[in-house]
């Protein structure tokens, strides 16, 4: 189970239509735990982007994660 509720293979099973639907929630209601990492100082605000020129905000995500790999500790 991921920190948002997803089990890994309902991540596998997401098309690019469900993530670009969840980015798009995350961008109005972000993860609590992301919240509070950037509000306590543990994560730089930047990752926390709303540029007009990526929507999705993927980019950011790419820059988080350059190698595609989320590790968990």
């Known amino acids: 189970m991921t920190v948002c509720g997803f089990t890994p293979a309902e991540i596998d099973e997401m098309t690019f239509f469900d993530i670009q639907a969840l980015f798009a929630y995350w961008r109005e209601f972000p993860p ?35 190698d595609g790999k989320v590790r968990t500790s």
Not at 33 to 62: F, Y
């Open 32 to 66: 609590a735990h992301e919240v509070l990492k950037i509000v306590h100082g543990l994560a730089p605000a930047s990752q926390m982007t709303n540029d007009a020129r990526d929507p999705s905000g993927i980019a950011s995500l790419i820059a988080r994660y350059p």
